[in-house]
């Protein structure tokens, strides 16, 4: 029975989802990879909301086949609950007529097993795309890295030709995905040449500082946390203002 209602509830939350991405059309920013995601994804937020944009971004774990629709759909979960599911039933096809959608959504997406990304991808088509990592992190469900590999492939194989690309170019793997691209690329690294790179990283009392490089033009910058991850999310930061500024 339960089996049954998931299937059921996930075909219903996909087309509701899919029917009011088609009414609002939100830009939708997707982030993918093993490792950063929230962070990368919490820096990404933070800047457009600077820029005066209307962002909002899905929780942590709501990247999954039902976890993303509900995240678009501003609905909280039922989990293993029939009656808590109910609620959320009604209320999702209200958000057809809401008023206040955003303009922006930034989404991670999981990929656990084998086929997450055809599915999810089946729901939202992103106009920007991070690919934050690729490690064997989440291997277990996979037969080996290759397969594991081939769910950023096929994300990569979906972007628009009017889309945008961004990847860690510290990652042997994501250099060579991103040369498949049909859309533009724009790389970030730290030990790697890059469109975006942080060099000489510094920890000071506050987190760290480092010079920061991009079109022809260096400077410095501080973030007042640790951990190159950090630094990572800012360069894909400055990325998407620079992007979205133009």
Not at 100 to 115: A, C, E, I, M, R
Not at 121 to 139: A, G, H, M, N
């Amino acid at each position: 029975m339960k089996t049954i209602f998931k299937y059921i509830l996930r075909i219903y939350l996909k087309y509701i989802t899919k029917l009011v991405l088609l009414i609002h059309q939100p830009t939708i920013i997707a982030i993918a990879g093993s490792i950063n995601k929230p962070f990368a994804k919490e820096a990404i937020k933070k800047t457009l909301e600077n820029l005066g944009l209307n962002a909002r971004a899905n929780p942590k774990n709501f990247n999954t086949e039902i976890g993303l629709p509900l995240a678009i759909l501003a609905q909280t979960s039922g989990y293993n609950s029939f009656t808590d599911w109910l609620p959320i039933i009604i209320a999702a096809p209200k958000r057809i007529f809401t008023r206040k959608f955003p303009d922006y959504l930034v989404l991670g997406l999981g990929t656990s097993n084998p086929g997450d990304m055809k599915y999810l991808l089946s729901i939202v088509k992103p106009k920007i795309t991070i690919i934050t990592d690729i490690t064997q992190r989440y291997l277990e469900s996979f037969s080996d890295m290759n397969e594991l590999v081939g769910e950023y492939e096929y994300l990569i194989s979906r972007m628009p030709a009017s889309g945008l690309l961004i990847t860690n170019n510290d990652n042997a793997r994501l250099v060579a995905l991103s040369e498949r691209a049909k859309c533009r690329v724009i790389t970030f690294a730290i030990k790697n040449p890059a469109d975006y790179q942080a060099r000489d990283i510094k920890p000071i009392n506050t987190g760290q500082k480092f010079s920061f490089h991009f079109k022809n033009k260096i400077e410095s910058a501080r973030i007042n946390r640790f951990g190159k991850h950090h630094i990572m999310a800012f360069l894909v930061g400055r990325i998407i203002k620079n992007y979205v500024v133009k």
